[in-house]
């Protein structure tokens, strides 16, 4: 190392883009190289320790996370929300979208490593076999230490137990348009939120929850109302989706009731708040705002 002035030779860019050519020149000379040479690094490692790879030595995995604990004040960087952020400026930049994920790059890899479905199955079979080696159970959130700890992470994360419970994630599932990184089911939403705020007037989204009872399940569930102006509570329901919830004896009919019994107002006709926009916006405004299709 004295010879380079480094403390490893990969921090040397003459010996790196060597090791480079020759990976790359064997690699298309033989297809299994590649393989070949992780295989032999599986078995070399686990010969010296008795794991193939670093990442399930846990005397590595304690130093991960003493590392990061030292470095981001958590075990995972990911739980630092200066890191969160900085990720997502990132994306915005790079991207134009601070959620983007290369999906259409994902879908050729999986393709091209899962499109056997014997191979699918392999996969699935080795990962239900290491859960069960290692935890007892075939599903991680089965084991009970694997499942408190994850209730944790959404309580620091979330401030929830579990994401289903999380209002934002919720809306980001289930959401047609973002607006203000905000998400909306419909336009008919957009539209009342765009007008509500143009006019100054003062309004609260997506900040009241309800629990009401469904007897078709026999569970409570809970309802979140899209307005609250002023302290009138609203929601934004289409003539369709309205009287879908006149059915009754469905899980919307159970909400419906919820909603009479709150006093929660319901507006089916957004017409007012649609032509407002387009007044004042154009035809198209709020198609810019939709989320493209997965």
């Known amino acids: 190392m004295k010879k380079w002035g480094k403390k490893s030779t990969l921090q040397v860019n003459e010996i790196r883009d060597k090791q480079k050519e020759t990976y790359n020149k064997h690699k298309n000379e033989n297809k299994n190289f590649v393989k070949n040479i992780v295989n032999k690094r599986k078995e070399t490692y686990k010969n010296k320790t008795g794991y193939e790879n670093p990442n399930q030595n846990p005397i590595i995995q304690k130093q991960i996370k003493n590392t990061n604990k030292n470095k981001y004040g958590f075990e995972s960087p990911l739980l630092n929300e200066k890191i969160r952020n900085k990720i997502k400026t990132t994306k915005k930049d790079r991207y134009n979208d601070e959620n983007y994920t290369n999906r259409e790059q994902a879908s050729k890899s999986l393709q091209k490593h899962y499109s056997n479905t014997d191979l699918k199955q392999e996969t699935l079979n080795k990962f239900i076999k290491t859960y069960k080696e290692k935890y007892n159970c075939s599903w991680g959130l089965q084991n009970e230490k694997i499942k408190q700890k994850a209730i944790e992470t959404w309580k620091q994360t979330l401030g929830v137990t579990h994401p289903s419970k999380s209002n934002k994630i919720r809306r980001k599932q289930q959401s047609k348009y973002t607006y203000e990184n905000k998400n ?111």
């Open 184 to 294: 909306f089911d419909s336009s008919w939403e957009l539209a009342f939120y765009i007008y509500l705020k143009d006019k100054n007037v003062r309004f609260e989204f997506q900040t009241v929850s309800i629990d009401y009872f469904w007897e078709g399940d026999n569970k409570i569930h809970t309802y979140h109302v899209d307005f609250k102006v002023f302290n009138t509570l609203i929601e934004i329901k289409s003539p369709y989706l309205y009287n879908k919830m006149l059915i009754e004896h469905t899980k919307e009919n159970a909400k419906l009731n919820c909603m009479l019994n709150n006093k929660v107002k319901i507006i089916t006709n957004c017409k007012k708040y649609i032509n407002y926009v387009k007044t004042k916006y154009g035809n198209n405004y709020l198609k810019t705002f939709r989320n493209r299709k997965i």
